[in-house]
């Protein structure tokens, strides 16, 4: 069936530092895909998203690229900073509606 | 201004009460959804609801019954509340049901049963 799966938490980091959180999916037809953010003790917020074979979606320094090939939709930023401690989802939606989650990757930005 | 609202924020209740998760959206969209996240925060949907009408009824005990009185609503009612329905539950709207349409989300409600 449609699933998502990321890369297993916590991941921890130092500040300014290169960030990559994997993820890939399995999806029956041509799902849009999105990285979502939790941050603590609040909902998700949609951080990206993109709807078609090679798009990049990009927000505040983050960037994902939709690579049907190899199906993953892969999240970077260059300079992390503290602020951006929080859980990161992947998701894919198709055109029935339901939007899947991947199990989320909680990421830890140390000064 | 808030774009999905939720109430309450937490909720604590016993065993076998009866409860209800009410939310609002202010977006004019079409679609609205609950979502349920557990402890491993893994997130996992409930119900869709397009224009009032049910679309999307995932594997959830009959206890769980969504209300659409309009399409800005979309409550949440749960009887005979058990231990393993303690969990944030969210609820989000999307402009459309399409693949293009990204969810919005409320802050979510914290339901612990004890």
């Known amino acids: 069936g449609d699933s998502v799966t990321q890369m297993e938490g916590p991941v921890t980091l130092s500040e300014e530092a290169f960030l990559t959180i994997n993820c890939t999916y399995t999806a029956t037809g041509y799902p849009s895909l999105f990285w979502y953010v939790q941050y603590p003790g609040e909902g998700l917020q949609l951080l990206l998203k993109a709807t078609k074979a090679d798009d990049k979606g990009s927000n505040k320094g983050f960037e994902a690229t939709y690579r049907k090939e190899t199906t993953s939709f892969h999240l970077e930023k260059g300079s992390v900073q503290v602020s951006d401690s929080a859980v990161y989802f992947c998701a894919h939606k198709g055109e029935g509606g339901k939007l899947i989650f991947g199990q989320g990757t909680e990421l830890s930005v140390k000064p | 201004d808030t774009a999905v609202s939720q109430t309450p924020k937490y909720l604590v209740t016993q065993m076998g009460n009866d409860k209800s998760i009410k939310c609002e959206q202010n977006?004019?969209?079409?679609?609205m959804y609950w979502y349920k996240q557990d402890s491993k925060k893994f997130l996992k949907i409930m119900f869709s609801y397009n224009n009032k009408e049910l679309i999307i009824n995932e594997t959830v005990p009959n206890r769980f019954s969504p209300k659409s009185p309009d399409k800005a609503h979309l409550n949440l009612h749960i009887n005979s509340l058990e231990l393993g329905d303690s969990a944030v539950y969210f609820c989000?709207?999307?402009?459309?049901?399409?693949?293009?349409?990204?969810?919005?989300f409320g802050n979510g409600t914290r339901l612990t049963v004890t």
């Open positions: 989000a709207s999307s402009q459309r049901t399409g693949r293009n349409s990204p969810l919005h």
């Open positions: 977006l004019g969209h079409d679609t």
